[in-house]
């Protein structure tokens, strides 16, 4: 049996549970219900042999791609952001991979919605740079730039506004960086769900964290039809490369603007459960965030 046999569709109960749970919003149930529909009808995965696998009824089969989550407020605030990291990171690196992989392995619809479903159940976006606090803050800079220009009020809780996601949909077996990602998923990627997702989601601003996945952004809104206007596209030097580099000493107009600008934000952002699998980082990295701030041109980073 090919891949593509065994893709398995995601049921209406589900679905339903996770619209009850998270969000009776029914722009947000629309968007969901889409969202599900396009990867059910995609029903692809690789086939090069290179993607991280699980065992679903006695066979090894590569797991589905996923929709976005989608916070519950997220129709219902202006500006929309939609994050996007690289990819999900299923390789045999990190401890939680197997219990993760042999989950969803046995139950495909919540391999499908499994950013949503693991939300609804109060446990961390599994996204290593958004559990470790990265993409939400960067996030909550963007709605704060946009907030500004505009006179609009910051949300009490940045994650119930926003969407994330990864660009591509699988994982690679044995190596983590990106730079093992076959191409082909890149491009497949991009036509059969990322499009999709910015058509359904219809963001104000994106942010791409990655040289790569801003690349793969920049193509798709130069050729995307169906929407009024083209979003807003904001590159995020990838959070995953920093950890492993000394944070930078700030000079004492950065520590100002970190003090004044970006640490408040972080009250806004839903701290991760106790025992998530991972913790916050971020606030041990200032300069990131001041230099991506500075890179968009962020009115107050005109100071720096």
């Known amino acids: 049996m090919s891949p593509r046999q065994r893709h398995v569709r995601v049921g ?11 969000a009776p919003d029914p722009l947000w149930a629309e968007a969901h219900r889409r969202l599900i529909e396009n990867v059910n009808r995609q029903a692809f995965v690789p086939d090069d042999g290179l993607a991280a696998r699980a065992c679903l009824g006695g066979n090894q089969v590569v797991l589905p791609a996923y929709v ?15 994050c ?5 990171n299923l390789s045999k690196h990190t401890r939680w991979t197997d219990d993760w992989v042999c989950q969803w ?3 495909p619809e919540l391999a499908i919605d499994r950013l949503n479903l693991a939300v609804a159940q109060g446990k961390s976006l599994p996204i290593k ?24 009020e910051l949300p009490p809780v940045v994650d119930r506004v926003i969407a994330a996601t990864n660009f591509v949909k699988f994982s690679t077996a044995e190596d983590a960086s990106s730079s093992s990602i076959p191409n082909s998923w890149w491009a497949e990627c991009a036509e059969r769900y990322v499009t999709e997702e910015i058509l359904a989601l219809r963001p104000d601003v994106i942010l791409g964290f990655g040289q790569r996945p801003v690349q793969e952004l920049t193509r798709i809104l130069g050729q995307i039809g169906g929407v009024e206007r083209n979003p807003e596209l904001l590159a995020c030097r990838f959070p995953g490369r920093i950890p492993s580099v000394k944070a930078r000493p700030l000079l004492e107009v950065e520590s100002t603007a970190w003090q004044r600008e970006i640490l408040p934000l972080v009250d806004r952002i839903a701290k991760p459960p106790l025992g998530s699998y991972h913790e916050w980082r971020m606030l041990r ?20």
């Open 285 to 304: 990295f200032p300069g990131y965030f001041l230099d991506v701030a500075r890179s968009w041109g962020t009115d107050w980073a005109e100071l720096l």
């Open 129 to 152: 740079p958004y559990a470790e606090g990265f993409v939400p803050l960067m996030a909550a800079i963007a709605l704060a730039r946009r907030c500004r220009q505009f006179g609009h």
């Open 12 to 22: 209406s109960d589900r679905g339903q549970a996770v619209k009850a749970q998270a």
């Open 105 to 107: 392995g046995r139950h």
């Open 68 to 82: 976005p989550y989608i916070g519950p407020e997220y129709f219902q605030f202006r500006p929309r952001i939609l």
């Open 84 to 88: 996007y990291a690289i990819n999900q």
